[in-house]
């Protein structure tokens, strides 16, 4: 990605040193352990014996195939649902889907949720006392193109109270969800905005060891794309492995 730290996709690293192609791990403390102490409920998810390797079969490496033909006319937009128009601040959402060495990765299906701009999501199980909003869908998806860029329009979400500790609230946030050529090829993170005040509390943010890699989650305020009237524009670049890959959840994360 990314973010603060920008990728030049023209020359594979973001401090300017031209690499050859070639595979690069990514830093230890790029993802978050299975267990993090602040994090309580990881305690109930990640798991407590030896995994069991199941072998790929077909049906996993070969589908389900999500072409751009099989999305909604307006899927990349949030903010018109029911007919109305969302309240609050509309942003837009770009970046690019990158591998190690820079390169763009087109014909990958970016799906994204958010709590609505009252901070509250539209799941049975969100009850807080903060407004559903009718007119945003909460959810939206996309492919990437030929450059690997993908596009939301959507508003910026609020913060929301859960029950991780007294008084916690999670940062601004919007869940990416990034599915390969199939089914098995999937990575899920989530995004931030830049100058957060809730970053010192949250335990999901902070489950990143490595700083720089935790910063890779922030995304990057972008006046090239804040349209005059309209809305902000906002970079997030997903790197899906390699010395700047994106911090990804070990498991599918509501939070
Ligand atoms: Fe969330």
Redesign the pocket.
């Known amino acids: 990605m990314t973010s603060g730290t920008s990728t030049d996709p023209s020359i594979g690293t973001s401090t300017g040193a031209w690499l050859p192609p070639g595979y690069r791990a990514e830093p230890p403390g790029t993802h978050p352990p299975l267990s993090f102490m602040g994090y309580k409920s990881t305690a109930l998810r990640y798991p407590t014996q030896a995994l069991h390797p199941l072998p790929q079969r077909l049906t996993e490496v070969t589908g389900p195939l999500f072409g751009a033909e099989r999305l909604g006319a307006a899927e990349d937009d949030l903010t018109h649902d029911d007919g109305g128009e969302a309240v609050g601040q509309r942003i837009i959402v770009h970046g690019r889907l990158l591998d190690s060495d820079g390169r763009a990765v087109p014909n990958a299906l970016v799906e994204v949720w958010?709590?609505n701009a009252g901070g509250r999501y539209r799941h049975v199980v969100d009850q807080w006392p903060s407004p559903l909003d009718p007119h945003f869908s909460g959810a939206g998806r996309v492919v990437t193109d030929s450059l690997g860029r993908y596009r939301f329009t959507t508003i910026k979400p609020g913060a929301y109270p859960w029950k991780n500790h007294h008084n916690a609230w999670?940062p601004a946030?919007i869940?990416f969800s990034v599915f390969g050529q199939a089914f098995a090829q999937r990575l899920v993170t989530q995004m931030y905005f830049p100058d957060d005040p809730l970053f010192f509390q949250d335990p999901i943010y902070n489950s990143v060891p490595d700083e720089r890699a935790r910063a890779r989650m922030i995304s990057a305020y972008d006046h090239d794309v804040t349209t005059d009237h309209w809305a902000l524009g906002f970079r997030f670049d997903v790197v899906l492995r390699g010395r700047e890959q994106t911090p990804f959840e070990s498991a599918d994360d509501?939070?």
């Open positions: 958010q709590a999670r946030h869940h509501d939070d």
